[in-house]
């Protein structure tokens, strides 16, 4: 079992900055490669950002890419987002998640790959 916990959200203007954090407990991190997914209220959760296990590999949704970066820190089995340049459509409870995909492989965007996941974090970003 992997537990999850986001934090950092909260509500930000348009053109802010925001960063989340996820704190991992139980198996060995670095076991695994993260993701953050969103889900905005009537949609739903799609991908946003992925990691691999030693961090060296990362993956982007076309929505966010050179506004978002992510990254990790198995020391402290920590996965982080870094959201710059806010915008209203941003706006969704952001996600966590662990994937103990093998090594080698793609890092995936389809949630039901992803085996465990935290309770969300809410991001609002006003215009």
């Known amino acids: 079992q992997v537990q999850l916990v986001e934090s950092g959200g909260g509500l930000v203007q348009a053109g802010g900055s925001l960063g989340l954090s996820c704190a991992a407990s139980g198996r060995t991190f670095s076991n695994y490669a993260m993701g953050w997914f969103r889900q905005a209220p009537g949609k739903e959760r799609e991908f946003v950002a992925a990691?691999?296990?030693?961090?060296?590999?990362?993956r982007y949704a076309d929505s966010v890419k050179g506004r978002f970066t992510i990254s990790r820190d198995n020391a402290k089995n920590t996965v982080y987002l870094q959201m710059n340049s806010l915008k209203p459509e941003d706006t969704a409870v952001y996600y966590c998640?662990?994937?103990?995909?093998?090594?080698?492989?793609?890092?995936?965007?389809?949630?039901?790959?992803?085996?465990?996941w935290g309770r969300g974090t809410q991001v609002t970003v006003s215009s």
């Open positions: 998640a662990a994937d103990q995909i093998p090594l080698g492989r793609v890092l995936r965007t389809t949630p039901v790959t992803y085996g465990y």
């Open positions: 990691i691999s296990r030693s961090g060296s590999s990362t």
